[in-house]
């Protein structure tokens, strides 16, 4: 079977939490690994070595045949070179350092990527590109991207080319869903747009041009329902993604 990594969530330390007090925890959604193993393959959790740690991100990276990276909390502006407009978007810097040399290292290796949600915005900004830090404050005549009542049940329509195209069996338009609030502004070095959104054109897919496979997608295939016609079926993206496992 096919080993596939998957970046981790941060719940960093937090003296008021009432498990693990003031410690961090490194945490796996359960929807993603059971659709990743749906497919086959085995889904491992990549821990975050310490500093001093004779196991780095590069061996841990060896024994697998590629990279997820998970949905979860806000990257940070910092991390492509702005202050945050809101503390609230402030994000979470040293998981988008840890997601960075992930990628940086998969694709050394000449393994295959595949970004979701927050991974979209990570990749684009480990290949240099921006982020819009909120979707409805810098994006005048935006749909709104995220409804936090409804959740993976806030869906709108994407118009697909490329790669994507192909995997939606021509149909050029689908469904997904939409859970962020940020997206992306300029587009990372050897990027290309596979989708966007229908309504205000906003970028929902890209493909890397050269290198190893990667692509990165704005929504959760792992939360859409694959017995409903309408939406992007994900099982495709993640059988290509494994093909190139």
């Given amino acids: 079977m096919k080993k596939i990594g998957i970046s981790a969530c941060f719940f960093h330390a937090d003296p008021q939490r009432p498990i693990f007090k003031g410690k961090t925890l490194l945490y796996l959604e359960q929807s993603i690994a059971q659709w990743v193993m749906a497919a086959g393959a085995l889904a491992y959790l990549i821990p975050l070595p310490a500093r ?5 991100l590069r061996g841990l990276a060896e024994p697998l045949d590629g990279l997820v990276l998970q949905g979860g909390s806000d990257v940070a502006p910092q991390s492509y070179g702005e202050s945050p407009l809101k503390p609230e978007w402030a994000g979470d810097a040293l998981r988008d350092q840890y997601e960075t040399a992930l990628v940086t290292e998969f694709r050394a290796q000449g393994k295959p990527v595949l970004g979701i949600c927050r991974g979209i915005q990570l990749v684009n900004v480990a290949l240099g590109g ?3 830090q909120d979707i409805s404050t810098q994006v005048p005549g935006s ?4 409804d936090w009542e409804v959740y993976d049940q806030h869906f709108h329509g994407v118009d ?11 149909r050029r338009s689908a469904r997904v869903n939409s859970v962020h609030h940020q997206g992306l502004k300029d587009l990372g070095s050897d990027l290309v747009v596979e989708a966007r959104s229908s309504e205000d054109g906003l970028v929902e897919a890209v493909r890397a041009e050269s290198g190893p496979w990667l692509v990165a997608v704005q929504w959760h295939p792992e939360f859409q329902d ?20």
Avoid: C, I, Y
Avoid at 52 to 56: G, I, M, R, Y
Avoid at 228 to 243: P, V
């Fill in 52 to 56: 001093d740690s004779a196991v780095t």
């Fill in 130 to 132: 921006t982020l819009h």
């Fill in 143 to 146: 749909r709104q991207h995220r």
């Fill in 160 to 170: 697909l080319e490329g790669g994507l195209l192909k995997l939606n069996a021509g």
């Fill in 226 to 245: 694959p017995a409903d016609a309408s939406l992007f079926d994900g099982r495709a993206l993640l059988k290509e993604f494994l093909d190139h496992a």
